[in-house]
């Protein structure tokens, strides 16, 4: 692989704005569970994925404004759909380690998502980046 070094499209640009982009989203995602479980004293799993979708959804925003330049799908509503399967997939994840960190090995909750998040980052970035936000190569004849 090859970077352009002046372009946005360089995957250290895209990793970094993805960082930043994660963090943001992860503060709305970890305010509505914390709200939700101290505030309305929802259960820290239904918390989770409150959490979750909300900050998906602004990841989702950012990934197509300033993020990822390049699009695969023109189609926002195919591109959306795909992007939440792939979040499904990080809140499974999530919601898996949400549960281990905190019923099983006794962490804190809050700790616990903290944990999560940072683990599914990069998961969610690299399979974001190659299946959504990557130029498909055209097979020669």
Do not use: C
Request: aromatic letters at 20%.
């Amino acid at each position: 692989m090859v970077f352009d070094h002046n372009s946005s499209h360089a995957l250290h640009v895209q990793l970094t704005k993805s960082m930043i982009s994660s963090f943001i989203s992860f503060t709305i995602d970890f305010s509505i569970l914390t709200f939700s479980v101290e505030i309305l004293g929802l259960y820290y799993m239904v918390g989770g994925i409150l959490g979750f979708i909300s900050g998906t959804t602004l990841s989702y925003f950012l990934s197509i404004r300033w993020i990822f330049p390049v699009k695969k799908y023109s189609n926002k509503y195919a591109e959306y759909s795909l992007f939440i399967v792939i979040g499904v997939f990080g809140l499974a994840l999530n919601m898996l380690a949400l549960w281990f960190f905190t019923s099983v090995a006794g962490v804190y909750y809050l700790i616990s998502r903290i944990i999560g998040g940072t683990l599914i980052f990069f998961f969610n970035f690299f399979l974001r980046k190659i299946i959504l936000f990557t130029k498909s190569r055209q097979s020669k004849p």
